[in-house]
């Protein structure tokens, strides 16, 4: 293990988040509401989320948004994070292919989430707000707004996707250090739970299920708000820090990347790692830089989901969404990635994908914990099950390398550690995990009735 590491001063940390869609040629077409079937404005959001997400939300034309100097200030704490050359993984793998990952596993909490959470628990105090409240599936998103909304002040209550409060008690204890109220979901305290209790008393829960609590919730008590961590356009917009750092730092390596992956739950740290290089490929500067979003075989969406308006909910709470979805019923298989365990993807990557300007792979569960494995000991980071998917595609690039006898450059965007996920990895080791692929049939069936929603 020889990784060499690229980091910048505390002055890097970038002033702006970088909003693609100003830079989009064809803009993603616009959330619509439910009821009326038109197109949302900011205003119509203002109920559920925070304004300034809300108004972040629906900007189509400012290409750089101001980073709070609280927001900053809080950033300080873990950025900028490393970018690291793979060296051992290159030598692994023995490819001609320059291996580079931006580290975002270094943050308090192991994730990338802690760039949004801070933002949005910021304006929520900026505007107010006393309570909040949001889902999370494997933990992570939960455990970072736990401790933004400590720092701010702020109340939070989280509805944790059922199984994972189950598997992964560690999550919800990191939560509850931080002073959080952690609810499994579905629940008997929100209307939309006991539903889908009544319906499925064994409903292991999804990401879909605790959304639709948490914005319930969020619309009957006075001066909550609700905190998404994934999927909308300001999550994507908070998260480019990464891509803007890694920018800096690939300039430093001296190097520009051919392929920048990421693995893909809902697009954030998807988004964040490549809107800003895709920023110079939407310019023609550098047209031939390529995008793989890396996605769960048992969950996917953007390889073989339908183009279509769908609810970013299970129950149906949230506007609708123009996105590659599996419709908002599907329930995912229960891998392990549980952060990449969602039916659809954002309005924005959804858009680039139709036109061809980023592309998707499937990643199989068994060969996402193989990468994990080879990457922890050629590199010396356990990586998240959920980063193990970009890690799985890095490597299948890195072989094409090797078999073209061509060298490229990869950035991959390490989105999280796998330290709290090692009940994942005994099961691997056990041969006690399994691959689930989808099939045509389940997806039809379950995208067929879309076309009524916008009826
Ligand atoms: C939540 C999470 C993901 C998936 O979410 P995105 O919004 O697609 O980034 C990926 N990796 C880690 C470590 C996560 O916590």
Not at 113 to 138: D, H, M, R
Not at 436 to 446: F, G
Request: hydrophobic share 40%.
């Amino acid at each position: 293990m020889d990784a060499k590491k690229f980091l910048l001063n505390e002055k890097d940390i970038p002033q702006a988040w970088y909003n693609v869609i100003a830079d989009m040629k064809t803009k993603p077409a616009p959330l619509i509401h439910p009821g009326t079937k038109q197109p949302l404005k900011a205003e119509d959001l203002y109920p559920i989320f925070s304004k300034a997400a809300s108004e972040q939300e629906v900007n189509y034309t400012d290409r750089w948004i101001w980073i709070p100097e609280e927001v900053r200030e809080m950033y300080r704490i873990w950025r900028p994070t490393p970018l690291v050359r793979a060296k051992g993984l290159e030598r692994l793998l023995d490819t001609p292919a320059h291996i580079y990952f931006k580290n975002e596993s270094v943050s308090p909490v192991g994730s990338h989430k802690l760039n949004s959470a801070i933002a949005q628990a910021y304006y929520c105090k900026q505007e107010g707000i006393t309570n909040i409240t949001t889902e999370t599936g494997a933990g992570q998103w939960g455990a970072a707004l736990s401790l933004a909304a400590k720092h701010f002040g702020l109340e939070l209550a989280v509805y944790m996707v059922k199984i994972s409060y189950e598997q992964k008690p560690y999550r919800r204890s990191i939560m509850q250090t931080y002073g959080a109220e952690v609810i499994a979901s579905p629940s008997m305290s929100t209307k939309a739970g006991r539903k889908i209790i009544t319906e499925n008393p064994n409903h292991v829960g999804s990401l879909g299920t605790a959304i639709s609590e948490a914005v319930e919730l969020a619309m009957s008590t006075p001066n909550c708000k609700y905190v998404l961590g994934s999927v909308l356009n300001h999550v994507s917009l908070h998260q480019t820090v990464i891509g803007l750092e890694a920018e800096k730092q690939m300039e430093m390596a001296g190097e520009y990347p051919d392929l920048v992956i990421a693995c893909f739950g809902g697009g954030s740290n998807f988004s964040g790692v490549a809107f800003p290089f895709l920023r110079h490929k939407l310019s023609g500067e550098k047209a031939d830089t390529e995008f793989i979003a890396a996605e769960p075989s048992s969950c996917p969406k953007l390889t073989r989901g339908v183009f279509q308006y769908d609810f970013g909910d299970e129950a149906g709470y949230t506007p609708l969404i123009p996105m590659y979805t599996l419709g908002h019923n599907f329930r995912p298989a229960n891998i392990h990635a549980g952060g990449l365990r969602y039916h659809g993807a954002g309005a924005i990557i959804s858009q680039l994908k139709r036109d061809k300007l980023i592309d998707a792979v499937d990643i199989p569960q068994l060969e996402s914990f193989k990468a994990a494995t080879m990457f922890a000991r050629s590199e010396g980071i356990i990586p998240a099950p959920e980063s193990s998917h970009a890690i799985a595609a890095t490597i299948r690039e890195a072989l094409k390398c090797k078999v073209e006898g061509k060298s490229k450059t990869i950035l991959f965007n390490l989105s999280g550690h796998g330290l709290i996920d090692m009940t994942a990895y005994d099961r691997y080791f056990a041969n006690d995990l399994a691959n689930y692929e989808v099939s045509d049939e389940e997806i039809r069936a379950n995208t067929a009735a879309l076309e009524q929603i916008m009826k």
